[in-house]
């Protein structure tokens, strides 16, 4: 029967729980299964949903109504104790900060669910959810004083380079010590992670979430588990998670660095979460790189129909404009390197460097991912362990959101200016980025028969100049000889 206190209400794309009481015997991850069939009363629509089990003998079944009004649902389960069950909940208006899950709306723009849109402005923590709570809490207050909207997570622990501390929960029962019982998850794991993702949704970021990756080297040996192992835990996680709106799928971080997955094993993974995720969350895959060899760079065939968006790594942003043009869907570089100081080159670049990244990536028409690594007395550096931010980026990616979100929804690469990287409206508005030049002039080639206002915006000092006078046809615009400018004429008004 359903628990008494199981919450009667939802917001539209809030989280629907509903709670069963069942047996504890066995095994129940793999002995028992249930979903549940969801429908919207007026409109009859249905869902099917799949249920997991939680532990101490509850059973749980996670549902995200994307419509307002009443929904009923009814159990189905081979396990008599949870078949039936059967009951109705309302779905209540969003929030005001709901604006439900992001979208690809077309080849270059994503979109939340509501209409409005969404310019991912992302950063990488990999392993921030295993340390230790007061780390943990650290690393919200940082992302809450920050300008990011999305953040890359690792499911898995991760062991590296300044990341060797031993978790204290794993998502699978067991430990290294003792071995990991593979059919059988680790509820409590999973809570805390839970707990994790609505602070994120409270704080309006998405959780791009690593379901594998390759820093394990048989440590635990979560990097080498078989086939069937590697579909029971997907389908664990997507039953568990699918339900928060603020959930991405990013099925490998560095895949072609886990050299015992093939690419039908790819093919394979993002054909089962396309299938068992009911309210289809983007999906994507990350490449690695040996910038000492650009000839051994391996990427996923991201035009695949199970492929939403392009993630990608590479250390220079030109290529996005043949990304764009290749795909035909929104291009995130996920990684470009980190600004900091470690001995890594692909983790010491410079804040100027970043930003410069960042600007020359959304000038093209694709977005940028941050990442920092500073070393640390304690080896609490953000990319891994999350944590304090200490470099110079993130003021200036905080500027660049600001004036990126002034441009027109339509916006996008002007393919006309072929020496610069240009996004705008033509007719309307211009941004045109210089990243490492440093022009004494640029001629603007604005419309005749329209005013343009000019700014010369310094991307590093944040600072933004508007020209004297308004300024039609092939304008002259004088500029002071320093890298990383860039230029805006907007129709004056």
Known sequence: ???????????????????????????????????????????????????????????????????????????????????????????????????????????????????????????????????????????????????????????????????????????????????????????????????????????????????????????????????????????????????????????ANEFDFMSNKTMDDWDCFFQFIQEKDPYGHLRSIHNGTKMYDPSQLVLYDHTKPWVTHVSMQYWELSPVTAWRSRYRKPVVVDECCYEGNLPQRWGNITGEDMTARFWEGFARGGYVGHGETFLHPEDIIWWSKGGRLHGESVPRIAFLQRIFNELPVEAAPLEAFRDVPTIGVAGVCYLQYYGNHRPAYRELPLPEDASFQIDIIDTWSMEIQTLEGLYSGISRVELPGRPYLAVRARLAT
């Open 1 to 251: 029967m359903v628990s008494e206190n199981q919450l009667q209400t939802s917001e539209r794309w809030g989280v629907f729980e509903l709670s069963l009481s069942g047996p504890d015997v066995g095994n129940p991850f793999v002995d028992v299964q249930l979903q549940a069939l969801f429908q919207h009363t007026t409109t009859a629509r249905t869902v099917t949903v799949e249920g997991f089990y939680d532990g101490n003998g509850v059973y749980k079944v996670r549902f995200m109504p994307d419509a307002e009004g009443e929904w009923s649902f009814t159990v189905k389960s081979g396990c008599s104790e949870l078949d039936g069950a059967a009951g109705h909940f309302l779905c209540t208006a969003p929030s005001a900060d709901n604006h439900g899950p992001v979208r690809v709306k077309d080849a270059d723009r994503f979109g939340y669910e509501d209409g409005s849109i969404y310019r991912p402005i992302g950063t990488t923590c990999y392993a921030w959810t295993h340390q230790s709570d007061m780390l943990q809490e650290q690393t919200l207050q940082s992302l809450a004083d920050s300008p990011f909207n999305k953040i890359r997570m690792c499911l898995f622990p991760k062991r590296y380079s300044f990341n060797t501390n031993e978790p204290e929960r794993f998502p699978f029962e067991g430990s290294r010590e003792e071995g990991f019982q593979w059919t059988r998850f680790n509820p409590e794991y999973f809570h805390r992670l839970e707990k994790r993702l609505v602070e994120l949704q409270q704080l309006g970021i998405e959780a791009d979430l690593i379901l594998f990756h390759p820093y394990d080297k048989g440590h635990w040996g979560f990097d080498r588990m078989d086939r069937d192992t590697d579909l029971l835990y997907l389908r664990y996680v997507i039953n568990r998670l699918a339900a928060f709106r603020n959930v991405w799928w990013s099925l």
